[in-house]
Nanobody, 122 residues
Framework: QVQLVESGGGVVQPGGSLRLSCEASGSIYGIYTMGWYRQAPGKQHELVASITGGSGSRTTYSDSVKGRFTISRARDNAKNTIYLQLASLRPEDTAMYYC????????????WGQGTQVTVSS
């Protein structure tokens, strides 16, 4: 089973930017569609961005982040790292952010890592 470790969160003012990283202990290239999820206090997990495996690397975004967030893979696929660039941040982006393979069923993953906290506040 692949182990995932998220990092890069922090406190930022509205309009600011952050880059989140997700490092996998095993190879994720060509195997999984990887996603970034977030969970705000009192709310369910939300899939905000995903990227397919292999050379195509097709990306999708939720309406709430489209045009502001960018998901990508490390150029060196051996690094097994997924990034999420956050820009034009808003207070409503405040949440714990997690990376995870995106289940083909469309359901939420069953297990979660420790995540990385993003707080947008003036």
């Amino acid at each position: 089973q692949v182990q995932l470790v998220e990092s890069g969160g922090g406190v930022v003012q509205p309009g600011g930017s952050l880059r989140l990283s997700c490092e996998a202990s095993g190879s994720i290239y060509g195997i999984y569609t990887m996603g970034w999820y977030r969970q705000a206090p009192g709310k369910q997990h939300e899939l905000v961005a995903s990227i397919t495996g292999g050379s195509g690397s097709r990306t999708t975004y939720s309406d709430s982040v489209k045009g502001r967030f960018t998901i990508s893979r490390a150029r060196d696929n051996a690094k097994n790292t997924i990034y999420l660039q956050l820009a034009s941040l808003r207070p409503e982006d405040t949440a714990m952010y997690y990376c995870n393979p995106v289940p083909a069923s469309g359901k939420l993953p069953e297990t979660w890592g420790q995540g990385t906290q993003v707080t947008v506040s003036s």
